[in-house]
């Protein structure tokens, strides 16, 4: 038995870190057999992989775009922005140009005619950067900065910039950066709260432990003058009114860290959002996910255990969920080379699992749902952007974390991608333009206009009011008025609300917020009834776009305009209405909200109430509303959302103590736990813990060994019994003991987190217990009180089959030698246990979590690139991985894995398999990142060759799953 301390230094020693698998560009030494160097793709039935760029050329790609002349670009890691040209025009590229040294390692780049807005480190700190190109020579000359992130450019900093279907950009912001100044206080997504009824963890392992809400964000902004390429002599895309207000706009939040969005051709934002994988297994893992981003949308991430359950409704759910991953670029195919249906298909990346993926939505309501297959497979593809080029075809880079990179398209057989020509007339060629939003899609339309000439505007509003056209081509119409000409006047606006088609009521009502009139808010007012359930949710943001707040006299009757909308059969709906609601005086609806008696509106203006009350004294009403409300009886498929209602009250009582409410909201949840809803179960008994109740104890700590409950709910339970501080019995103690010796005797497995959580658990539970019961409970639960089971120990010295052998000729071996490849997988899994991978990495089913799942490794790195990362663990370590180096005021140091970071201290895991030592932060001197891996090196040594050639089998041919 060794103590837990060095057990889980030990594993944190082993990590093989996700971030180290790396190789070294242009290195001098001979690579493997050309036949293992290329990679090996699959492609949806069809389409091909063909190589643009070879990894030795491109480096480590993090972003690419294409230029107004429609020439790919490409930002290094830790590198420079460079543009490819093919000077032979054999669509292959054969020179580089430096665009700008100046702002390097970008992970946004988007261009307006001859200027570049590109987001990375430049010469005032990390930010987005307006790189101009004044004389057209392709090499930028001026770098001015727009606005300043916090932090540094990392995998959860600043990320993608695109423009919008209004003519904005828009910037996705990691949850780990933000930008100076703050956004717009009056912005469609504000408000944001940690909002947590039980006292919530940070990560047991101290990832993203001092982040609070608002988490990863999406803003927008008006470019000014300044800020945009205005046309003349400049080659400008876009239409920029110089008298806008010109702050930065929160249009979302509740993200972990997205890294791309894009709008579709109706206008719709799409992401693709990450997950944190050392949750899995816990009752508050996200999956991946793509989400549409309805302004002012909240999608719920809060660090460590807090994040939001979808069914809460003051949050948005995803719309497709996808497992493990590492989001990065993602674009819609809005060209013509590809089969029709592949029109719109929202193509999403995923660096760690190597894949591609194309979702076809369908409309369903207010949002969409999505199908969803594979379009292109690696092994390995760590692909980290992806965009549709000028011919057509989908271009992706491979690259990030210092790993090979490369460039690659994928062609379909039958491509039928035609020049602008071939589609007509200048105002047709506009309406038809292949990716009308990109650089180079802009630039092509702004060709088509000079050639329209006069017969531009007249020839755009013949269409737009043309019945006869196909409604998405009018409502394109209405994009390139307001983009690329004059904006399209209020009243013609107006006069679309009454058109048959519900594609153009909609798109009229966008372009109708757009103009703060109140006369367009009584436009706008009139369409909240709409049939078409789009047009509905548009019309509430378009009101919100507006500039409406409680201050001002809104044309509108909150009763009878927008009360009935929170009973809309789609939530979509509801949660715009419930926005509109929430910047109206409050007076004008508070009334008639707090007679709502129907689910789901009942909820829902609650909700507002919640949300827009000011003072204490509004507190009590709403509680005794919602006890009324308990007790005529909540339906259960409703009652999880009501009761998040019930908590956001609940945490704004200011410490007056309702006991007279709490004690009959109580007594009408214990009847009905358990039901038969996971939902409703953890939600009855989150409330249930909150309010002390002691009479529910017994009845939750039963669950804990109920034959039908999951592992992620027993967890739930104790997660709010160890809140409950009072009210415990012998039985019900001795219960939450054994539940906890489950945990250990059953060997429970879950992410990196996974035991780190459960020790938080016990450790706000042993308390509780007597002294002669914590004691018992010491003896039985040695896990959780400084001892695990373990037979293994530190790697030996290089000695045996390889003893002879230099780490150069191990390499030489392991990549050329054609016996390194006939490993057999099957033994592999025996390498896989005596290297010790097995203690800390989860392989399919077998191993633990306490480092990165290696299931899929091989999706994204090559031989060269695992081996790499086990002899030089330290040549590159990833910010989420990465250890520390902390120095006491008593000059005393520690390097290691944080594993704790909470109150007044934090606790460090030694690199050196040493205890972990907690260390209060008032004798901190200086904390900073470790330059060295935490995971030693020598974890090949007790193989022989041909147990390493198994290993290799092994993890090169992940499991079925």
């Known amino acids: 038995m060794l103590r837990i301390s060095r057990f889980v230094s030990l594993i944190v020693s082993l990590v093989v870190l996700s971030a180290a698998f790396w190789i070294r560009l242009g290195a001098t030494e001979q690579g493997p057999p050309a036949a293992e160097e290329k990679p090996r793709f699959t492609a949806a039935p069809g389409f091909a992989v063909e190589e643009v760029y070879a990894a030795e050329k491109s480096g480590s790609v993090i972003a690419l775009t294409f230029d107004s002349d429609g ?49 990375g480190e430049g010469p005032q700190g990390t930010g987005l950067y307006r790189v101009g190109d004044a004389d057209g020579d392709g090499v930028g000359e001026r770098v001015e900065l727009i606005t300043l992130n916090t932090g540094a450019i990392g995998e959860h900093g600043p ?7 209004d003519g904005y950009i828009y910037w996705m912001l990691g949850n780990h950066t933000a930008i100076v100044p703050s956004p717009d206080p009056l912005s469609p997504h504000r408000g944001w709260e940690e909002d947590q009824l039980l006292p ?28 945009a390429d205005t046309g003349g002599s400049t080659d400008g895309d876009t239409n920029t009114n110089t008298d806008a207000d010109t702050d930065w706009e929160m249009v979302n939040g509740g993200f972990r860290n997205a890294y791309d969005h894009a709008f579709n051709l109706a206008g719709e934002l799409f992401t693709f959002d990450s997950d944190m994988e050392w949750d899995i297994g816990l009752p508050w893992y996200r999956p991946v996910r793509t989400n549409h981003l309805v302004p002012g949308g909240e999608f719920g991430w809060r660090t460590g255990s807090g994040k939001w359950p979808a069914y809460y409704p003051d949050n948005l759910p995803e719309m497709t969920n996808l497992g493990r991953g590492s989001p990065v670029g993602v674009a819609f195919y809005q060209s013509d080379a590809y089969p029709e249906e592949y029109r719109d298909a929202f193509l999403v990346a995923d660096w760690s699992r190597g894949r591609i993926l194309a979702g076809f939505l369908q409309k369903a309501g207010a949002t969409y749902t999505e199908k969803q297959v594979d379009f292109v497979l690696g092994t390995p593809l760590n692909v980290t952007d992806v965009e549709v080029g000028p011919d057509g075809n989908v271009y992706f880079t491979k690259g990030g974390r210092s790993t090979e990179g490369g460039i690659y398209r994928v062609a379909h057989e039958a491509s039928r991608a035609g020049s602008e020509a071939d589609r007509g007339s200048a105002i047709e060629r506009a309406l038809t333009q292949p990716q009308p939003r990109s650089a180079w899609g802009r630039a092509a339309i702004r060709r088509a206009r000079e050639e329209a000439g006069k017969s531009w505007d007249s020839g755009l509003l013949r269409i737009v009011k043309s019945a006869a056209d196909p409604p998405d081509r009018r409502a394109q119409a209405l994009e390139l008025l307001h983009v690329h000409s004059t904006p399209p006047d209020e009243a013609l606006l107006q006069s679309l609300g009454r058109d048959p ?30 049939a078409e359930p789009f047009v509905r949710r548009r019309a509430n943001e378009a009101l919100v776009r507006t500039g409406i707040d409680p201050a001002m006299d809104v044309p509108l009757d909150p009763v009878a305009d927008v009360l009935p909308l929170l009973a809309d059969d789609d939530r979509f709906v509801r949660y715009a209405a419930r926005e509109v609601l929430e910047r109206v005086n409050r007076n004008r609806w508070r009334e008639a909200a707090l007679k709502s008696d129907t689910f789901p509106a009942a909820t829902e203006a609650l909700l507002a109430l919640v949300h827009t009350a000011q003072v204490a004294t509004e507190i009590r009403p709403l509680l005794e509303r919602e006890l009324e409300l308990l007790e005529a009886g909540v339906p259960d498929a409703q009652l999880p959302a009501f009761l998040r209602v019930v908590h956001l009250t609940l945490r704004r009582d200011e410490g007056v103590n309702y006991s007279e409410i709490y004690d009959e909201m109580a007594e009408l949840l214990l009847g009905r736990f358990p039901a038969s809803a996971s939902p409703v179960n953890r939600e009855v008994a989150r409330t249930l813990a909150y309010l002390g109740s002691a009479d529910a104890i017994p009845q939750i700590a039963a669950q804990l060994h109920a034959p039908d409950t999951s592992r992620e709910d027993q967890i739930f339970y104790a997660y709010c019994l160890r809140a409950m501080k009072t009210g415990w019995e012998a039985a019900s103690r001795q219960a939450m003991v054994d539940w906890f010796k489950k945990t250990q005797d059953e060997a429970w497995k879950g992410g990196a987190s996974f035991f780190g959580y459960l020790q938080y658990l016990w450790n706000d539970f042993a308390p509780l217990l007597p002294e002669d019961e914590r004691a018992a409970a010491a003896k039985a639960l040695p896990s959780f009180h400084g001892e695990r089971d373990t037979t293994r120990g530190l790697p030996r010295r ?7 052998f230099s780490e150069q000729e191990l390499k030489e071996y392991l990549l050329w030698d054609p016996m390194a490849y006939a490993g057999d997988a099957t033994k592999g899994q025996g390498s896989y246990e005596k290297a010790l991978c097995v203690t800390c990495h989860r392989f399919g089913e077998m191993g633990q979590s306490a480092g990165p799942d290696l299931t899929d490794v091989a999706r994204r790195f090559k031989r060269a690139d695992l081996l790499e990362a086990i002899l030089y663990p330290s040549k590159t370590i990833s910010d989420q991985w990465q250890s520390v180096e902390v120095v006491t005021k008593d000059e005393k140091s520690y390097v290691g894995v944080i594993s704790t970071d909470s109150g007044g201290s934090l606790t460090v895991l030694p690199a050196d398999g040493g205890a972990a030592v907690t260390i209060p932060k008032s004798q901190i001197a200086s904390r900073k990142a ?9 974890l090949l040594n007790t193989l022989s060759l041909g147990e390493i050639s198994d290993l290799f089998a092994f993890l090169e041919n992940p499991p079925t799953q």
């Open 71 to 119: 020439q790919l670009v490409v930002s290094r890691e830790k590198g420079p922005v460079v543009r490819l040209l093919d000077r032979d025009n054999d669509g292959l590229p054969d020179e580089e140009q430096v665009i700008t040294d100046r702002v390097t390692n970008c992970q946004g780049l988007q261009f307006d005619g001859r200027y570049l807005f590109a987001v």
């Open 501 to 530: 088609a519900w594609e153009v009521r909609a798109a009229s009502t966008y372009y109708l917020g757009l103009h703060r009139t109140d006369s367009a808010r009584r436009e706008l007012v009139g369409r909240l009834d709409d």
């Open 200 to 227: 919530s963890y940070t990560d047991a392992r101290g990832h993203a432990a001092e982040i609070r809400a608002p988490g990863g964000t999406v803003l927008r902004r008006h470019l000014t003058a300044r800020d």
């Open 159 to 165: 990320h993608a910039v695109i423009f919008g279907p």
């Open 930 to 938: 470790a330059t060295t891996s935490a995971m030693p090196e020598g």
């Open 798 to 804: 290089r000695r045996d089959n390889i003893a002879a």
